[in-house]
């Protein structure tokens, strides 16, 4: 392997280093491009250059690939729990049982969230997405929960990664219960964080909701899967606004903002929506893949793609098996299920979808395991969001601690007019 890379420019030879990873693409290191040649690099949506270095998650998107700190997501979703998997991608270990007790018990300690959040749910218009409400609701945690100087930074920081996980949960569970007019339930101390959230969305006064192992197993794998990947547009909004040293609930807000959008976790709401458009118009298929097919009309086929996975996701391997499993195990019919299958065996053999590389991604089933828990669609993302707190927060914690830290600012290629004067109001259009 070169260590430098040469970039020729008119009669011109830079010398530039190369940075090695681990595994995946190393990078040509740009940083002194612009002073030392007057040019900057052209990357819309960044997709070939690297904004950081991490050590947090490692995916290859020819072999379908994902690790988290080195462990194959394949083994976290069989053995382990979503909580046990975020103590591994914040702290870069996973904990002894020890250590999990403790994490697990300052969880809990911070699960409820202040009275006073709950005024905030009452003056949201009827109908607001609960995207939109979490994204303000996380971003108000700074004006409830201000940083108190005597604490040491270490505590403080413990402090706001345990309130971020934990109240995050309860304030979904809260808007969704606000949002029917149901009475709000508080966490218990003695149920597991999957386990609360179920019983915090679904028990009530009059109708005790019953928590079924199944159910619990099946969402802690629904949030392994979707605990970080690496820089998505959602975290690269964590890390970005954290560049400028917000605080961590102002960047996951920005997060959380990003991750609504429909070609990113906002897909998982845009492909059940698909599919039951779909089974409303019969069934078939046809329309929806032409249109997808189409370039000139904006409809994609929502769950298929990825920027980074030219394969299939590992991620929606293993989610189609818990939606099978779930399905199965509650004896459940799902017509949707019939038609993603449908839609996946069409499409894997339409040479538009092959040339493309386009299979499905992790949305494409989650829908539906989620619908089978019950979950309300406009909730979909918000699970999403829960998930992926662990990869935001280790992400904005390696950002702080980086000692190539810059504040985000990136240039641009000027394509506008050149020096023009001003011209007075009275003699334009003349
Ligand atoms: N349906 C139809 N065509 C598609 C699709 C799709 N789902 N995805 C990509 N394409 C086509 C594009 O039209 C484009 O075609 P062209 O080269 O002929 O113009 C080509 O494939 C490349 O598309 P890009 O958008 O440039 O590729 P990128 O890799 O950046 O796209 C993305 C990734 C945005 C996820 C895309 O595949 C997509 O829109 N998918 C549907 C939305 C979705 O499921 N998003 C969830 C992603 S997973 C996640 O964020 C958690």
Request: contains cysteine.
């Amino acid at each position: 392997m070169a260590d430098t890379a040469k970039l020729i420019i008119g009669d011109k030879t830079y010398e530039l280093p190369i940075i090695e990873s681990v595994e995946g693409s190393s990078a040509v290191d740009i940083r002194k491009l612009r002073i030392e040649t007057g040019y900057v690099t052209y990357d819309p949506g960044s997709g070939n250059t690297g904004s950081c270095k991490s050590s947090i998650a490692f995916m290859d998107g020819k072999d379908g690939v994902l690790r988290y700190r080195g462990i194959p997501i394949e083994q976290l979703a069989k053995k382990s729990t979503f909580i046990e998997t975020a103590y591994l991608l914040i702290n870069g270990e996973l904990p002894t049982p020890e250590e999990l007790k403790t994490f697990s018990v300052l969880l809990n300690d911070h699960s409820l969230v202040h009275e006073g959040m709950r005024h905030f749910f009452d003056n949201f218009p009827p109908g607001s997405h609960p995207m939109h409400i979490l994204s303000s609701m996380v971003n108000s945690l700074r004006s409830f929960y201000p940083e108190i100087p005597e604490r040491s930074e270490e505590e403080e920081i413990n402090k706001k990664v345990a309130r971020s996980l934990s109240k995050v949960r309860t304030l979904a569970a809260m808007s969704y219960k606000i949002s029917r007019g149901f009475k709000v339930i508080y966490p218990k101390p003695e149920l597991t964080y999957a386990a609360n959230f179920l019983n915090m969305m679904f028990d009530s006064p009059v109708k005790p909701y019953v928590i079924e192992p199944e159910m619990v197993k099946a969402l802690n794998t629904f949030w392994i899967l979707h605990a970080d990947h690496e820089q998505n547009c959602s975290t690269a909004a964590v890390r970005l606004v954290g560049s400028a040293r917000t605080n961590l609930y102002t960047a996951i807000s920005a997060g959380i903002s990003a991750l609504g959008g429909p070609l990113h976790g906002g897909a998982n709401q845009a492909v059940i929506e698909m599919l039951m458009s779909i089974e409303e118009n019969g069934g078939n298929l046809k329309p929806y893949l032409e249109r997808a097919k189409d370039r000139k009309d904006p409809f994609r086929l929502y769950g298929f793609g990825h920027s980074v996975y030219k394969t299939y996701d590992p991620r929606a391997k293993i989610m189609k098996k818990i939606c099978h499993g779930i399905l199965e195990k509650f004896n459940i019919s799902d017509p949707l299920l019939d038609i993603a299958h449908e839609l996946e065996e069409t499409a894997k053999k339409d040479p538009y979808f092959i040339d493309h590389n386009l299979y499905p991604n992790i949305d494409f089933y989650s829908g539906i395991v989620l619908r089978a828990m019950g979950i309300p669609i406009n909730m979909f993302t918000v699970m999403f969001a829960i998930g992926r707190l662990p990869g935001w927060i280790s992400q904005w914690l390696e950002s702080i601690e980086d000692p190539d830290w810059k504040l985000h600012r990136p240039r641009q290629v000027y394509i506008g007019s050149g020096k023009r004067d001003y011209i007075p109001i009275r003699k334009r259009n003349i």
